[in-house]
């Protein structure tokens, strides 16, 4: 049966939230107008675990300001499926974490986005850092444990050196990164993306960092939009196991994404306007996933329908059968149509040889709503044609701060591109 495809879901319980993140997909911080009721939501449930879902994530806006949110944890854990979190971590007492353990929350990921400036300062709220790692110091006391994620952009990524080096201290387990889009409140903060060229930079930081990472017992976690086919992919992805490579979008085969309203997507990233599948107050779980195109468009993979979408410099790219454009939100968030990644490190090399930069510059504005997204423009220069004027933000090597421990460990050292 195809709907035993899928075994695991990010489930986003309300959109309520206590910050308010400058680079935010959804737009988190009023609850959705019809969240589903706890009836609803304990037979959502049942359904994922009839469906096949091995693991379910909550997340929110922030999980824990629904009431009924550790009753949900524990049906999810009761029917046998894993119940994991994703927290901004600000207002998680001692005791609530205890509560967590006890409702069967096995593992928390808790969202570190800079040192404490720059976190407070996307976060939307002074004192959030502080409260992140406190919520992290409770988690290690009761025995949850935890790891962390961070976005990438032009204000974190100049940290990621000491981002690092906080987070481990901290106990964090694993590391999950990825980069930020213009979703949500991202896509009106477009200053803050990177510049595709300026991922020639931003990759040889990140495998340096891995290294030392992997070596100290930090998993790394690379999301879906890093990577593709670069000289550091299998490091970043697995540690160097040579099978351990992107190959193609997960959307609706292996994942789904729920929305508070009872929204179903094939990834919880993904445009709610243009990958719905249906509703679970309408149809069931199992006739969503089975049958709705907006969860299968990936079934193709590995036919030549599967490369039909692929459009610009992915249709030509020798990786394209595989690869099949990278990361469909990515892309869909950019140009308003999957197909065609500028956040990919092999595509920003290959441009690079031929002498030509890349650059996105936004043309329509989003329109205000959870999960929506504008249009940008893709720019090709000449590589060594002269840096935009008034752009404080541009990322280069020289920018990038690495603490003492860093320069004095030659063994970790990959050559850092200008």
């Keep these: 049966m195809t709907y035993r495809r899928t075994s695991y879901a990010v489930w986003e319980i309300t959109l309520k939230c206590n910050l308010a993140c400058s680079h935010c997909g959804s737009r988190a911080g009023q609850a959705r107008s019809k969240e589903l009721s706890t009836e609803g939501a304990f037979d959502l449930v049942r359904q994922m675990a009839e469906v096949g ?60 986005d800079g040192l404490e400036a720059t976190h407070d300062r996307l976060r939307g709220k002074k004192g959030s850092w502080k409260h992140c790692f406190r919520t ?79 070596r100290e017992g930090v998993q790394i976690q690379p999301g879906n939009n890093i990577g593709y086919y670069g000289p550091y992919e299998r490091f970043l992805r697995g540690g160097g196991d040579e099978w351990t490579f992107w190959q193609g979008c997960s959307a609706g085969l292996s994942t789904l994404g729920i929305e508070a309203d009872g929204a179903i997507k094939g990834c919880p990233s993904l445009p709610t306007s243009a990958y719905t599948g249906g509703n679970i107050r309408d149809y069931s779980l199992r006739e969503i996933v089975e049958g709705t195109q907006e969860l299968r468009f990936n079934l193709g993979a ?17 990786f394209a059968e595989l690869c099949r454009g990278g990361c469909t939100w990515t892309a869909h968030v950019f140009f308003n149509r999957r197909g065609n990644n500028p956040y990919c490190h092999h595509r920003a090399l290959v441009q690079a040889e031929r002498g030509i930069r890349e650059r996105v510059s936004p043309e329509v504005r989003a329109l205000g709503l959870p999960f929506d997204n504008g249009e ?21 090597a020289e920018r990038i701060q690495w603490s003492d421990s860093w320069k004095d460990d030659p063994e970790f050292f990959y050559p850092l591109a200008k």
């Design 53 to 112: 879902i091995k693991e379910v994530t909550l997340i929110g806006g922030e999980a824990f300001l629904r009431p009924d949110w550790l009753q949900i944890a524990e049906a999810i854990a009761q029917a046998g499926m894993l119940c994991t979190m994703t927290t901004g971590g600000y207002g998680i007492s001692l005791e609530t974490a205890r509560r967590m353990k006890a409702a069967g929350i096995a593992t928390v990921s808790v969202s570190v």
């Design 136 to 214: 992290m110091s409770n988690f290690q006391e009761v025995g949850i444990r935890f790891g962390c994620n961070t976005q990438i952009n032009r204000l974190s990524a100049p940290e990621f050196p000491l981002i690092y080096e906080h987070i481990r201290d901290a106990g964090a387990s694993a590391w999950q990164i990825q980069l930020t889009v213009p979703m949500g409140n991202a896509a009106d903060n477009a200053d803050i993306l990177l510049q595709p060229y300026e991922l020639l930079v931003l990759y040889p930081m990140l495998a340096r960092i891995a290294r030392r990472a992997w």
């Design 302 to 318: 590995g036919t030549p329908q599967g490369t039909a979408h692929l459009w610009g410099f992915c249709k030509t790219c020798e």
């Design 376 to 396: 940008f423009a893709l720019i090709e220069e000449p590589l060594d044609a002269p840096w935009l004027e008034n752009d404080p933000l541009h990322f280069t």
